[in-house]
């Protein structure tokens, strides 16, 4: 099972406020390659992703308040990653957290990119050197991710974590197209706003052996940080590329990380999570999946209050009969804007809701995002 190393970092958040957080809904189009999986049309995808750093960086409206921003898992063409954290750098704004999942390299590049990084991630570093000091895996390929970090005085964190768990066309009889399995998370305890975070890849929320499991260590890790600090993890972000956002082990595993059946948790009782997907153009060679992916969604604990609504372009329900409250969007390529509750349980006497959207935005020909308006009209789906 992958360790949880806790990170320090300077983020100032609004206390007593709800944060601000944007899910980039966009197609992924992924070709078997050498190593891995590569994206088919790197460039074109650039461009995409780029339209959306704009955006961000623009900040037009209440964008200025984003805090979060999450694309999902293999989004970006790994020969773009620095331009990518060059734009962060310099024109996004400070207190501003971006994950975004990066095409597969060798293990061999990700351990350089560990050693280059290195004041972030000397721990990762160690737990790469162990694997590959006990056999030939240099070679292997790279499902990860980054969560680069602005911080409240504008300095730039960069944390990379690589995929646990393949999904099917992840795994090979021939070892030296397997997957490597990463060995490490990390939980991000923000100075001095007293939030938590994590963020992980996909079947990462889901993997598990007969005797153990990512969510229970994630579970406990978060208990004992209950316990010994009275905080909580406070959000779980998880980047996706799945044709079945919504398979029934996903709400199984939800339903045991927020239902109390056997035991209190404590250290997730008021965690967000947020699942961010891609959008139902991605097309994967060898995966028969049609009309599938999308449906980005929210969870929270039912003690919170959701209106009820099933609108074009979002609905709200409990995931057929989680203990949750879930927004769950459409499957479109979208921008998606919403606020996450406060890092507090809502005041059960109040009639307000702590989950709202903001805005959903579509993108055009030239890759111009706009906000569309929602038809109240037409069922959600």
Same mark, same amino acid.
């Given at each position: 099972m992958p360790e949880i190393i806790d990170k320090k970092i300077n983020l100032e958040f609004p206390l007593g406020h709800h944060l601000h957080c944007m899910v980039a809904q966009i197609p992924n189009h992924l070709k078997r390659a050498e190593i891995g999986f590569c994206l088919v049309d790197?460039?074109?995808?650039?461009?995409l992703v780029s339209s959306v750093l704009e955006l961000v960086a623009a900040g037009e409206g209440n964008l200025k308040k984003l805090h979060f921003l $999450?694309? %999902?898992?293999?989004?970006l063409p790994a020969s773009r990653f620095d331009d990518m954290l060059a734009v962060i750098e310099q024109r996004f704004r400070p207190n501003t957290v971006t994950v975004f999942g990066v095409e597969h390299i060798r293990l061999r590049e990700y351990r350089a990119l560990l050693e280059r990084f290195?004041? #972030?991630? =000397?721990?990762?570093?160690?737990?790469?050197?162990?694997? !590959?000091?006990?056999? #030939?895996? +240099?070679? $292997? %390929?790279?499902?990860?991710?980054?969560?680069?970090?602005?911080? =409240?005085?504008? @300095? *730039?964190r960069v944390f990379l974590e690589a995929k646990s768990h393949p999904f099917h066309g992840e795994e090979y009889i021939d070892t030296f197209h397997d +997957?490597?399995?990463? @060995?490490?998370? &990390? +939980?991000? @305890?923000?100075? %001095?706003?007293?939030?938590?975070? $994590? =963020?992980?890849?996909? +079947?990462? &929320? *889901?993997?598990?052996? *007969?005797?153990?499991?990512?969510?229970?260590? !994630?579970?406990?890790? =978060?208990?004992? *940080?209950?316990?010994?600090?009275?905080?909580?993890?406070d959000a779980l972000f998880v980047i996706q590329c799945n044709p079945k956002p919504e398979h029934h082990a996903y709400r199984e595993v939800i339903s045991g990380f927020y239902g109390e059946y056997l035991e209190d948790m404590p250290g997730v009782r008021e965690t967000v999570t947020v699942f961010g997907n891609v959008s139902e153009e991605t097309t994967i060679e060898g995966s028969p999946a049609e009309d599938a992916y999308g449906r980005s969604y929210v969870v929270i604990n039912h003690s919170h209050r959701l209106a009820q609504v099933s609108l074009s372009e979002f609905a709200t329900d409990d995931f057929d009969g989680a203990p949750v409250c879930r927004l769950r969007f459409g499957k479109g390529t979208r921008l998606l804007y919403f606020n996450l509750p406060p890092q507090h349980e809502i005041d059960p006497r109040t009639s307000r809701i702590p989950l709202k959207v903001h805005a959903i935005m579509a993108v055009d020909e030239v890759g111009v995002w706009s906000k !569309?308006?929602?038809d109240e009209s037409a069922a959600g789906g």
């Open positions: 790197p460039e074109e995808k650039w461009r $999450m694309f %999902p898992e293999s989004s290195s004041a #972030d991630n =000397a721990e990762a570093i160690g737990f790469v050197d162990h694997d !590959i000091d006990s056999g #030939d895996v +240099l070679d $292997m %390929p790279v499902n990860w991710c980054c969560v680069a970090v602005k911080e =409240a005085d504008g @300095r *730039l +997957l490597y399995r990463g @060995r490490h998370f &990390y +939980l991000f @305890r923000c100075r %001095p706003s007293c939030f938590n975070f $994590m =963020a992980i890849i996909c +079947l990462d &929320y *889901l993997y598990r052996d *007969l005797h153990t499991s990512n969510i229970r260590q !994630i579970i406990d890790h =978060a208990n004992q *940080l209950y316990f010994t600090t009275r905080q909580g993890l !569309i308006t929602v």
